[in-house]
Every structure is written in C-alpha cells, then in structure tokens.
C-alpha cells in the first residue's frame, strides 16, 4: 500500500505562487494515477488536478486551469502542484491520493490512500 505525505503549503499573498509536494513510500508509485484534492472551511472536498501514471495527461479543474500545473517524478516517489497567481479563494486544505478506481477523476470516492493534507492559504 502507498502512503502519502504532502508538504509546501504555506501562507502567501494573493498573487504569490506555491510549490506542494507529495512524497509516496513504497515501490508502486509509477503504477498509480495521481490526483490534488482540496478542501476548504464548511465546504465539500474538491479535485483540483489529477495526473496519469506515466505524467503523460492531465487533468484539471476550471478553477485552477491556465494558473496551476500538476507534475510527477517518478524515480522520486514524488508528486508536485505548482500554483501561480493564487487568489484568496484557493485557501484550502490539500490532499494527495492515489486514483485506485476507474471513472470520474473529480470523483474523490475513486481515490484511495489519502495523506494528511497541507494547509495553503492566501491573503489579500
């Protein structure tokens, strides 16, 4: 089983960018699609991207399309979430989780091995 652990959240202005980093344990991780999760106070968990398992496609929500982008090395266990021009509505909780179920990709039930999260907010 893969274990996760995100890092790289951060405090910052609107405007400011963002690096996060997924680092996953074991040996399996070039086998699994990949995917950002976030969740912000009183709202629902979100999908922000989701990559497959080679980094070949990727996947995005409109709210982020064009100022995020999502990567992964795979001879580093690691996954990354670059965030440009983030805005205050981008503060959230975000999660990495392995993609263990066919279908939707904004689906989180089709997401398995979930990490802590990492706390990114920005202010105006």
């Known amino acids: 089983q893969v274990q996760l652990v995100e890092s790289g959240g951060d405090l910052v202005q609107a405007g400011g960018s963002l690096r996060l980093s997924c680092a996953a344990s074991g040996r399996t991780f070039s086998r699994y699609d990949m995917g950002w999760f976030r969740q912000a106070p009183g709202k629902e968990r979100e999908f922000v991207a989701g990559?497959?398992?080679?980094?070949?496609?990727?996947y995005y929500a409109d709210s982020v399309k064009g100022r995020f982008t999502i990567s992964r090395d795979n001879a580093k266990n690691t996954m990354y979430l670059q965030m440009n021009s983030l805005k205050p509505e981008d503060t959230a909780v975000y999660y990495c989780?392995?993609?263990?179920?066919?279908?939707?990709?904004?689906?989180?039930?089709?997401?398995?091995?979930w990490g802590q999260g990492t706390q990114v907010t920005v202010s105006s």
């Open positions: 989780a392995v993609r263990i179920l066919g279908g939707l990709w904004y689906d989180d039930k089709k997401y398995g091995s």
């Open positions: 990559i497959t398992q080679s980094g070949g496609v990727t």
